[in-house]
């Protein structure tokens, strides 16, 4: 029996590589003989990097840049196998879990480092560019980026502005004089998690800190080869940190179900969370999904708590399909 394993992250609390082996581990106390096939997945956000690398046989540039607030860290970029293509993570340099939470303010956060990333890969020859933008601390609209590749952004008086969230009201003109001439002869795909529009109601810059472009997961998918992998599975578990009805505008478990139910294999969601309107992931291809939680309990706890919880929910769900495969009509 094959099992295809293919979650996303539980964000701030497992790597999707985590949660495939917690999944793995917690299935194979009742299936011990199954073939599991473990693919980590990301739609765009935190772990785009190492999926497309482990997909490609690529390897991981680190370096020094701006975060979020302006102080230094440690950021990151893959570079595929081939050694032609740069995956960056808006993430890495300019993500959410760089700020202390008593310190997020999206208005004053900038994704300045993320355009020293894609100045570092230009600089290495790199001319293609995969940008995942989820999990961002900013709604500077990549003002900050641009800043870092040349851009010069002036208010009404002709001073340079601060490249942040606050400032893009009072943007009277945009220089373009010094913009890196390379970024010309580059190919730049964005991959995004879902489909929020800019503004309103459900706005990216309401909801995510973050605009979208491009679907993500298709780009992580095709990498990963989802579809040779699931042709002949019996079972296809994905998941995420949280499953509700954002999940079905592009998020990674409706990628995978899709893929799925091109061969008619059932698929199984886990999460952390079951939100608002999660029972709309049914009409896309996800079967059954659950939650992690035992309990209600402080988020610090819950974070540090998942893989024991994961592990736990894999082999509940196992042991229920056991049971279930010994009923008789």
Do not use: W
């Amino acid at each position: 029996m094959k099992i295809v394993i293919a979650p996303d992250s539980f964000k701030e609390s497992l790597s999707a590589e985590k949660c495939c082996q917690a999944i793995k581990a917690g299935f194979s106390t009742l299936f011990p003989d199954a073939n599991y096939i473990c693919l980590p997945i990301a739609d765009g956000g935190e772990g785009t990097v190492d999926a497309m690398v482990a997909a490609t046989g690529g390897n991981i540039v680190t370096l020094e840049v701006c975060g979020p607030m302006g102080e230094k860290v440690n950021a990151f970029y893959g570079l595929t196998g081939d050694g032609k293509t740069a995956v960056i993570e808006m993430a890495a340099a300019s993500g959410l879990m760089l700020v202390a939470p008593e310190k997020r303010n999206p208005l004053l956060a900038s994704s300045f480092g993320t355009g020293e990333l894609i100045r570092h890969a230009l600089d290495n020859g790199i001319r293609h560019i995969i940008l995942g933008i989820g999990g961002s601390a900013t709604v500077d609209g990549g003002m900050g980026m641009a800043q870092a590749l040349g851009v010069r952004f002036l208010d009404a008086d002709g001073q340079v502005l601060a490249a942040n969230g606050g400032n893009l009201a009072r943007v009277a003109s945009i220089e373009m004089e010094e913009c890196d001439p390379r970024l010309a002869n580059s190919h730049i795909e964005v991959a995004c998690d879902v489909d929020n529009p800019l503004v309103g109601a459900r706005g990216a810059a309401a909801v995510f800190l973050n605009a979208d472009i491009k679907p993500g997961i298709e780009i992580v998918l095709n990498a990963v080869n989802l579809a040779q992998a699931v042709q002949g599975a019996a079972l296809v578990i994905t998941g995420e940190g949280r499953i509700d009805s954002q999940t079905a505008g592009g998020k990674a478990p409706l990628g995978v179900a899709s893929v799925a139910k091109q061969f008619n294999v059932p698929v199984i969601g886990i999460a952390g969370v079951l939100g608002d309107g999660v029972e709309v992931v049914h009409q896309y291809g996800i079967d059954a999904v659950f939650s992690i939680l035992p309990r209600l309990a402080p988020l610090a706890e819950v974070l540090a708590s998942g893989e024991t919880n994961l592990f736990n929910s894999a082999r509940n769900i196992a042991c229920a399909i056991k049971i279930g495969q010994g009923i008789k009509n």
